[in-house]
């Protein structure tokens, strides 16, 4: 196995140069730098990753820590953070399923000393105090917390604004009773959403309490079993609003099951604007927001934290939550007329409004 000191020997250089080309040193010449990484890759030395963490106080490495990592949502959040971290020379360490403070605090006990800083989506209220525990040691970045955390930076979508859009335009469609299919409780988007789904009931001078909400779980499954009972309920909703894309896509084929048109007989809207919305039949009209641009901000975020140390303050950004309307609301996207599934599963076509 070859060491740090064979690579020297090889390519003529010091065993200090050596260390700092691998630490990213910007003092080493780029000539050098290539000759010795080349140097590196013909004997298969791979540097000691433990002492180099020691010697430098860092371990290039982040922390991400997500409630879930199935389905679309996460995977593009991951895929963003994972994509800057590298740009910055930086490698993640994944953890997942951690519904309460205490699996947090157990994971965050785990990476303390092989990671930088941490980036975490907190499940609930009560793991503030956990992420305070945890920011004691690294730097902390939230993603779409509930409430702000001294000392940790955080970005959050606007879920509540995008929801209220996303049912006012129901409404604006002359839909009068409006199903809703809410994510987990507790959890911070799904409340968010509701809140944003009762708000734009209000606006139009319909009751919220007398609205039916059916408790989802973000997965496809709950949504198809949403939209049996939905299918049940007298009177039957004209209009149903998923809390993701993933009950979205659960409640359409529940409908489909049952010989239901959309959005003829009920007009669906989802939340997420996932890649497959366009090209679910009807295409999904849903509310785009930026998932893998939520994981880059985090990592941007992360690295002024740790450029400024115990000087950093605390920051919350934005993202946007833009409602994408295609044909599964019933809105005249072309103008001229609405649309419905097609016979046989053939296809969107538009039906001329007379």
Same mark, same amino acid.
């Given at each position: 196995m070859a060491t740090i000191r064979d690579v020297a020997r090889v390519a003529g250089v010091s065993i200090a140069t050596v260390s700092r080309v691998f630490n990213n040193h910007t003092l080493v010449n780029p000539d050098t730098a290539s000759r010795v990484l080349e140097v590196a890759s013909q004997l298969e030395y791979w540097p000691n990753g433990a002492a180099q963490s020691l010697t430098t106080r860092r371990t290039h490495t982040l922390g991400v820590m997500l409630p879930e990592l199935f389905g679309e949502f996460y995977s593009e959040v991951i895929r963003g953070i994972d994509r800057q971290s590298r740009s910055h020379d930086y490698q993640i360490l994944l953890s997942s399923s951690h519904s309460n403070g205490e699996e947090v605090l157990i994971a965050g006990r785990a990476m303390l000393g092989r990671i930088d800083g941490l980036i975490m989506m907190a499940p609930d209220e009560a793991s503030i105090?956990?992420?305070?525990?945890?920011? /004691?040691? +690294?730097?902390? +970045?939230?993603?779409n917390p509930r409430v702000e955390v001294e000392g940790c930076c955080s970005v959050a979508f606007e879920n509540f604004s995008g929801a209220r859009a996303a049912v006012a335009h129901l409404v604006g469609l002359?839909?009068?009773?409006?199903?809703?299919?809410?994510?987990?409780?507790?959890? +911070?988007?799904?409340?968010? /959403?509701?809140r944003g789904f009762?708000?734009?009931?209000?606006?139009?001078?319909?009751?919220?309490?007398?609205?039916?909400?059916?408790?989802?779980?973000?997965?496809?499954?709950?949504?198809y079993e949403a939209g049996v009972a939905i299918l049940s309920h007298r009177p039957r909703p004209t209009a149903v609003f998923a809390a993701n894309d993933g009950m979205a896509v659960g409640l359409l084929a529940a409908l489909r099951a049952a010989g239901r048109r959309v959005p003829r007989d009920i007009a669906v809207v989802g939340f997420d604007d996932i890649a497959m919305a366009g090209y679910l039949n009807p295409p999904l009209t849903t509310v785009h927001v930026d998932a893998c641009g939520l994981g880059q901000r985090a990592v941007d975020l992360m690295m002024g934290a740790m450029e400024a140390g115990s000087a950093g303050g605390s920051l919350r950004q934005l993202l946007p939550a833009v409602l994408t309307v295609r044909q599964s609301c019933g809105a005249d996207v072309a103008g001229t007329g609405i649309f419905e599934e097609a016979a046989g599963g053939a296809g969107p076509v538009r039906r001329v409004r007379k």
């Open positions: 105090e956990t992420v305070e525990r945890v920011r /004691r040691r +690294v730097p902390v +970045v939230l993603l002359g839909h009068r009773d409006i199903a809703m299919i809410a994510g987990p409780q507790g959890n +911070v988007d799904a409340e968010e /959403r509701t009762r708000k734009a009931l209000a606006d139009a001078d319909l009751d919220p309490d007398a609205a039916l909400v059916i408790q989802g779980d973000f997965r496809e499954s709950t949504g």
